[in-house]
């Protein structure tokens, strides 16, 4: 993905993908925290506990990588462990 990037003019971004899957896209509720249980790689669909959308785990989690991306080219000055 890095080198076909520019070809296709394209932005790439190294993301850390901690909690990408664990993280509500909606609200930002974290799975295992609060009394939840973390979501397994059984669970490929699951409701948020907190704002109440379903969610489809890969599609959820490909939405968090893209807004940690994002993130990072509007706040480079942040170090990667801190942005969720
Ligand atoms: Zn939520």
């Known amino acids: 993905l890095e080198y076909k990037a520019p070809a296709y003019g394209r932005t ?13 896209y909606d609200c930002g509720f974290v799975m295992g ?12 669909e699951w409701t948020c506990p907190n704002c109440h959308v379903h969610h489809i ?3 959820n989690a490909a ?16 170090n990667l462990e801190a942005i969720y």
């Open 33 to 44: 925290s609060k009394g939840t249980k973390r979501l397994t790689l059984h669970d490929r």
């Open 63 to 78: 939405l968090n990588i893209l807004a940690k991306g994002q993130r990072l080219l509007t706040r480079p000055d942040q």
């Open 12 to 24: 790439f971004v190294e993301v850390n993908p901690a909690y990408t899957t664990q993280t509500c």
């Open 57 to 59: 785990r890969d599609h």
